[in-house]
Each structure stands twice: as C-alpha cells, then as structure tokens.
C-alpha cells in the first residue's frame, strides 16, 4: 500500500508541480484521470495549468532518465514481497510493467528517434525498389512468354 501512495505521490508532482497533462500521465499510469484529479484534489492542491501534450513529451522524455530507476525498484521490491501474489499486487506490477515500457520508450531522444525512422524509411525504400525490379522481370518476363505463344 506504501508503495501505491508513493506511486499517486510521484504522479502528483508530475502534474501539479511540473505541469504535465493529467490525461497523458493516466494513459502511461493505466490510470483513470478522475483518479488522479481526485488524489491531487484530496492532497489540497491544484493541477498547474496543462503544457501542449509535444512539450510534455520533450520533459517526459527528460524525466524519464530519473524515473525509470525508481519505477524498476518499485516493481522489483513488490515483485520480491514475500506472501501471496492478491489481485491488486499483480495488478500494481502490471502497471509498473506497462508503466516501464512507456517511459523506456520516452527515454529514447527525439535524435535516436529521427534516426530510427530515416533508418526504417531506408529500409522501406529498399525493400519497395527490390519489389518494383521484381514486378519489372514479371512483366518482361510475361511479354516475352505472350509473344513467344503469339508466334506459335
């Protein structure tokens, strides 16, 4: 339970203090935003005004480096918890789970980004120039096969 107060804690930050969109951090937390509006509404406090969702990727991405040690910890600490494995202990590990892979794919840099995608984009060019050679040798191949049984 500790754990799960220290989770809605850091969320709290993150969007009362660093301003980050409540919607965003619910959609990475496999939370509901009314669950988050009410925590930060029952700590006293109130939600800074939301930044545009492409700025609150840019500092998720930052954030992500300092985040995602503490999130494995957490996971880690639950999953080595002694005593049975109750529904809302799998399901707070699950959310780590997912939790982790967000931020781990927030944590590449928009460089490694870009990068990625000219490399996949090359990769697709060779892969659609291999193909239209391949449709070419078809066609010549079944012109020639048409004028062969034409001159038969």
Known sequence: MRQHAEFLDAIRVAVVEHGLPAR????????????????????????????????????????????LPKIEAAARDLADKKGEWSKARLDRVTQLSRLLDRFGELAVSEKEQ???????????????????????????????????????
């Open 24 to 67: 965003e951090i619910a959609e990475l937390a496999g939370l509901k935003e009314r669950t988050i509006a009410r925590h930060i509404a029952e700590a006293g406090l109130q939600a800074k005004q939301a930044m545009t969702p492409a700025t609150a990727r840019r500092r998720l991405a930052r954030l992500a480096h300092d985040v």
């Open 114 to 152: 870009q990068e990625s995608a000219k490399d996949r984009d090359e990769r697709t060019a060779r892969a659609l120039e291999l193909i239209d050679r391949r449709i070419v040798e078809l066609a010549e191949a079944l012109a020639r096969k048409m004028v062969a049984d034409k001159a038969d």
